[in-house]
């Protein structure tokens, strides 16, 4: 199948997928719904999945680690609430993906993978695709990036036991944290605002994430 056929059959698959599972179920973002449908999600994913890259639901992508379902990266990026010119920090870089979803969005994204050759997977393809605006690390996540913090928004793609302090303190005035909190086996997606000293919590419901591992998550 040619180059040209492949890429049309994958933007159906894209619109088809922002139709039916993002906006049909409720995000409303049109930053984030066009991004949605304009990342190739299929160059994510091993070759043998992708024709299944636009589905509605999770894929594996080795390590035992998955590619979250596209309404769950969509519903995660509308919760971070972006702006063109903020500065984001992904834990869990994975597959690559949500990093790229975000990286269309804002200034700068900092992602962090503990594993390495999902890191080395993921930096192949943001070059491939020319998203220079993305910086990977391997690292153990979990401590966060100190040293570019503060930073606008985080947003933990693996689930705590509870959220680590130090990653509230990396965000500045005005800042939101995105992440799933609880049990290895359910979770709550949470959504943290710091308004001064102050943080602001609300819960945005049940979820499911692989286990955040490193010092301050789960342990192996």
Not at 81 to 90: A, C, F, I, N, Q
Not at 108 to 133: G, P, Q, S, W
Request: hydrophobic share 40%; with cysteine; charged share 25%.
């Amino acid at each position: 199948m040619g180059m040209d056929v492949l890429e049309r059959k994958y933007a159906r698959q894209r619109e088809e997928m922002v139709k039916r599972q993002i906006a049909g179920r409720g995000i409303s973002d049109p930053r984030v719904l066009k991004v949605m449908g304009e990342v190739p999600r299929h160059l994510f994913v091993s070759e043998a999945l992708m024709d299944r890259a636009y589905g509605d639901f999770p894929l594996p992508i080795g390590e035992r680690q998955t590619i979250s379902q596209p309404f769950i990266v969509s519903e995660m990026t509308q919760a971070l609430g972006l702006s063109p010119d903020d500065r984001v920090l992904e834990l869990g870089t994975g597959s690559g993906y949500q990093a790229a979803i975000l990286s269309r969005l804002v200034y700068r994204v900092y992602t962090i993978e503990r594993i390495h050759t999902l890191y080395m997977r993921a930096r192949k393809v943001f070059d491939t695709l020319r998203y220079f605006n993305i910086v990977p690390r391997f690292s153990d996540g979990t401590t966060g990036w100190p040293e570019e913090a503060p930073f606008d928004a985080i947003i933990v793609t693996a689930g705590a036991p509870e959220i680590p302090t130090h990653l509230t303190d990396q965000l500045a005035d005005g800042g939101r944290l995105v992440m799933p909190v609880g049990g290895a086996d359910t979770q709550d997606l949470l959504r943290i605002t710091r308004a001064g000293n102050e943080l602001v919590h609300e819960n945005m419901g049940k979820c499911r994430f692989v286990p955040l591992i490193g010092e301050f998550g789960w342990k192996e």
